[in-house]
């Protein structure tokens, strides 16, 4: 199984990106799909989840109404679509693969290498 994400960048505040992640090696339309995130010196945390059809998605209360998660079974491809990006948003962001839905991290059983995003004041 291969997460490969992309789309990070360096931003200023309140601009956006949009994270891809392709994935390969495993069945996607049976894989909920979350994003995580990890800023220096602290826990990996949840960012958001997709399941399966892409109909459910659930996000961290600091992320909502900014991020929107969303997915493309036929490409095998998750997306991130980062709004109104703040400096505390900086961060290397992971893509993940599970079958349990939910936004705990041992949910999930593949993960990608993380894309570093960072946005300047």
């Known amino acids: 199984v291969q997460l490969q994400a992309s789309g990070g960048g360096l931003v200023m505040a309140g601009g956006s990106l949009r994270l891809s992640c392709a994935a390969s090696?495993?069945?996607?339309?049976?894989?909920?799909m979350g994003w995580f995130r990890q800023a220096p010196g602290k826990e990996r945390e949840f960012v958001a989840y997709?399941?399966?059809?892409?109909?459910?998605?659930y996000y961290a209360d600091s992320v909502k109404g900014r991020f929107t998660i969303s997915r493309d079974n036929a490409k095998n491809t998750v997306y991130l679509q980062m709004n109104s990006l703040k400096p505390e948003d900086t961060a290397v962001y992971y893509c993940?693969?599970?079958?349990?839905?939910?936004?705990?991290?041992?949910?999930?059983?593949?993960w990608g290498q993380g894309t570093l995003v960072t946005v300047s004041s």
């Open positions: 997709v399941k399966y059809s892409g109909s459910s998605t």
């Open positions: 090696g495993l069945t996607f339309s049976n894989s909920v």
């Open positions: 993940a693969a599970g079958r349990i839905v939910g936004s705990v991290r041992s949910y999930y059983d593949y």
